[in-house]
T-cell receptor
Framework: AQRVTQPEKLLSVFKGAPVELKCNYSYSGSPELFWYVQYSRQRLQLLLRHISRESIKGFTADLNKGETSFHLKKPFAQEEDSAMYYCALNPPGGYQKVTFGTGTKLQVIP | KAGVTQTPRYLIKTRGQQVTLSCSPISGHRSVSWYQQTPGQGLQFLFEYFSETQRNKGNFPGRFSGRQFSNSRSEMNVSTLELGDSALYLC?????????????FGQGTRLTVV
């Protein structure tokens, strides 16, 4: 069974401090991994996906297959980064069956 | 382009009733997925439709069903409502629904069962 674990419900950091949102997954294979974000009063939206290996809004995520982790990082937090962040996993193949983590609320303190 | 539209935004129903929720995907998107979001369980996958066929299903009882029309619009139905069905129901669409494709979410329908 596939599972995504985000151990922190709330993460508070000061503006300018580094951010690391943890995500561990359980899947016997090579899944597709994503980070979704939900800003206040907005809809859930994609932040980044592993396959793109991109940096979005200063965030990056590195897949560590040995530790089955996909932590989200940003070197310097900004106030506008305050939001709910969800790590998500989709099995490989041509369909959608996404498993989401329970989410981490990031609070950036000015 | 217009985003994913879910109607209605809010619903209040009584236990035992049934309810139908609607989702209009982004134009050109053929895959529609449904999720249930609750404070206790978070976001849980219900099912995915692609070209009018249910392609995947999550671990929900048969009271939860859905369908997709030829224009890719999708409906979700919950019969014999229970208090525990109170949740935010989210719909997401994607172009073809491949594993690494981006899902675009609607604002959700907030269902309250009393």
């Amino acid at each position: 069974a596939q599972r995504v674990t985000q151990p922190e419900k709330l993460l508070s950091v000061f503006k300018g401090a580094p951010v690391e949102l943890k995500c561990n997954y359980s899947y016997s294979g090579s899944p597709e991994l994503f980070w979704y974000v939900q800003y206040s009063r907005q809809r859930l939206q994609l932040l980044l996906r592993h396959i793109s290996r991109e940096s979005i809004k200063g965030f990056t995520a590195d897949l560590n297959k040995g530790e089955t982790s996909f932590h989200l990082k940003k070197p310097f937090a900004q106030e506008e980064d305050s939001a709910m962040y969800y790590c998500a996993l989709n099995p490989p193949g041509g369909y959608q069956k996404v498993t989401f983590g329970t989410g981490t609320k990031l609070q950036v303190i000015p | 382009k217009a985003g994913v539209t879910q109607t209605p935004r809010y619903l209040i129903k009584t236990r035992g009733q049934q309810v139908t929720l609607s989702c209009s995907p982004i134009s050109g998107h053929r895959s529609v997925s449904w999720y249930q979001q609750t404070p206790g369980q978070g976001l849980q996958f219900l099912f995915e439709y692609f070209s009018e066929t249910q392609r995947n299903k999550g671990n929900f009882p048969g009271r939860f069903s859905g369908r997709q029309f030829s224009n890719s619009r999708s409906e979700m139905n919950v019969s014999t409502l229970e208090l525990g069905d109170s949740a935010l129901y989210l719909c997401a669409s994607s172009l073809v629904g491949g594993a690494n494709t981006e899902a675009f979410f609607g604002q959700g329908t907030r269902l309250t069962v009393v």
